[in-house]
């Protein structure tokens, strides 16, 4: 299949306590009909509020590497003790049907991604500064000190890997980033090798040339 009639596959990644999920929720009230959310599979325990195959899907470590041994996901990663992987079939077959495909996945994953979709389109999502994510982190009040420590180091360490991403959106303000996201999609668009088959005609390009 040609690169223009498959979907786009975006890939909003960071942190943890960034702002990726609040972030991409924006995003899909800004954009929502042509977006398609890709949940995870986790075996983290569902914190108050999350929902069943929205948040996440919530398994066991046992169901978890069972589907690793399957080689059921994209791609998957332990973080701070816990699984988390993106089911690879709902993905292949949604961007085979030219929708847009949204992952909010850590770094280890993203990175993972990048390997095998080089078509993918890599946002690394920022804090305006550390003391925002120590904040974050603390006021979402879901971990205990140690966890929101680990998750700090982490975070340390995954800061210098945004060299990676095609993209860095810092979220100083969800909707201000949000329409960052955005307009990057629409940039990916309207790049020559996904837009030129519309306007071949027009054009007068040959594509096979
Ligand atoms: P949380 O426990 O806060 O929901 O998620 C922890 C981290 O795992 C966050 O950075 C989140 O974006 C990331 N995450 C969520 N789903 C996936 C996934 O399918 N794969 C990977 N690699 N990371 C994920």
């Known amino acids: 299949m040609k690169l223009n009639e498959r979907g786009l596959l975006i890939v909003l990644s960071g942190p943890s306590g960034v702002g990726k999920g609040t972030v991409r929720k924006a995003l899909f009230d800004l954009e929502g009909?042509?977006?398609v959310y890709s949940t995870s599979m986790t075996t983290r325990p569902r914190r108050e509020g999350e929902v069943e195959g929205v948040d996440y899907y919530f398994v066991s470590r046992e169901e978890f590497e069972q589907r690793i041994r399957d080689d059921a996901f994209l791609e998957w990663a332990e973080f701070v003790g816990h699984y988390y992987g993106t089911p690879r079939d709902k993905v292949d077959?949604?961007?085979k049907q030219g929708k847009e495909v949204v992952l909010?996945?850590?770094?280890?994953g993203a990175l993972q991604v990048r390997e095998k979709a080089k078509d993918g389109v890599f946002i690394f999502i920022a804090p305006p500064n550390r003391e925002a994510l120590y904040r974050r982190l603390l006021r979402r009040g879901t971990?205990?000190?140690d966890t929101i420590q680990k998750r700090m180091d982490k975070a340390e360490r995954e800061f210098p890997l945004a060299h990676k991403y095609d993209y860095i959106v810092v979220n100083d303000e969800v909707t201000n980033a949000?329409?960052?996201v955005l307009a990057i999609i629409r940039a990916e668009h309207a790049r020559t090798e996904r837009a030129i088959h519309k306007y071949k005609e027009l054009l007068g390009v040959d594509e096979n040339e």
């Open 33 to 35: 009909h042509d977006l």
């Open 93 to 95: 077959e949604q961007l």
């Open 104 to 108: 909010e996945i850590e770094v280890q």
């Open 143 to 145: 971990e205990s000190g």
């Open 178 to 180: 949000a329409d960052r």
